[in-house]
């Protein structure tokens, strides 16, 4: 039972850090990434997720936003996923954890 919430926080926080270098990516290069090898990979690994965001979110959010949107859905999902493994090694006991 403890696989679930370890695969959904893994996954998470692969695209959490890559958009987080996305972001620092843009900062670093004076807002013009494109075509620099680090930001391509960094956008290939993020990319799935915030066009699943831009697909449900409403039409009020820019699309400049919708990584914006992406990281702060990830991370209640990552929060999410954190507090209930927490939940089960409490039911579950410390050594079932390990």
Known sequence: MLTPFLIVKLVCE???????GRGAMVLLTAGRPQ?????G?????SQPFVTVVARVSPRFV???HHALATFLLLAV????ATLGKVQW???AGVAACR
Do not use: D, K, M, Q
């Open 14 to 20: 692969i695209a959490l850090w890559s958009l987080v």
């Open 41 to 45: 990979l960094l956008h290939t690994l």
């Open 89 to 91: 090694c409490l039911e």
């Open 62 to 64: 820019l699309p400049r």
């Open 77 to 80: 999902v990552w929060l999410a």
């Open 35 to 39: 075509g620099n090898l680090v930001y």
